[in-house]
Structures are given as structure tokens and as C-alpha cells.
């Protein structure tokens, strides 16, 4: 998988799962580092075809409104350690990758792996 972790979630996370094999950038090394906005990050990650992993409801907002970011995972396990998190990846990092055969939204929670449902694009008129 191709990802793009945003500054909410630790850049240990992007090395944890560059080292299980993914391509993996961290916001701290975008040019504009942490302080990127989120409209660039979402850019960024469509452009290169990445899956923006946050804990931020705005990128879901986004994906469910504008359709950017294209691709999310949505770390919705509330506070948890460090070590926890990394653990928790771990555990579910397959079911994750195979979620994203399916779906282009995905959340994480500290109990389970909710696959939202792609919704169909809308219906274009003849001629359009």
C-alpha cells in the first residue's frame, strides 16, 4: 500500500509500517512538514495515488463530501499509547490491506475494522 500518515498520528507509525513493506511518507517530510494543510495533504496523497491515514474527522468529511482524499483510513481508537497503536496495526495491518481491495474508506477502532460501502458515483444524463 501506498500512505501518507498525517501529523495527528506519529511518525513512528509511517516507519512501523514502511518497515512491514509499505511506501509509506509522514507529513513531518512534506515541505511544509506538520503545518501542512490538510487540502494539500488530501492533494498530494490523490495525486500519488496514497491512502491518507489520520485521526482527523476532517478528512473524513472530505472523502465523504468532496471525495478527497480518494482514499482513508480513519484511526478512530480514541486515546491510545503509542505502543498501542503500533500493536494494534500490527494485529490488523492484512485485514487493512485487504479492506482497501474493497473499499476506499476504512476505519480502525480499538475493537474493530469497520469497510464502509463505496458509494455509486451519481447517474449522469444522456449526453453529458
Known amino acids: 500500500m ?7 498520528l506519529p511518525a513512528r507509525l509511517a516507519r512501523h509500517l514502511a518497515a512491514a513493506g509499505h511506501d509509506v511518507v509522514h507529513t513531518v517530510d512534506l515541505p511544509g512538514g506538520n503545518r501542512t494543510p490538510d487540502e494539500e495533504i488530501a492533494r498530494r496523497a490523490d495525486a500519488e495515488d496514497r491512502i491518507v491515514v489520520s485521526k482527523d474527522r476532517d478528512f473524513r468529511d472530505g472523502h465523504l463530501l468532496r471525495g478527497s482524499p480518494v482514499r482513508l483510513l480513519i484511526v478512530a481508537t480514541g486515546n491510545i499509547t503509542n505502543d498501542g497503536l503500533l500493536d494494534l496495526l500490527t494485529t490488523h495491518l492484512d485485514a487493512i490491506v485487504d479492506a482497501f481491495g474493497q473499499s476506499s ?13 463505496d458509494r455509486p458515483s451519481p447517474a449522469r444524463p444522456p449526453g453529458e
Open 2 to 8: 501506498k500512505l501518507l500518515v498525517d501529523a495527528q
Open 105 to 117: 474508506f476504512v476505519e480502525l477502532g480499538p475493537d474493530n475494522l469497520v469497510i464502509h460501502r
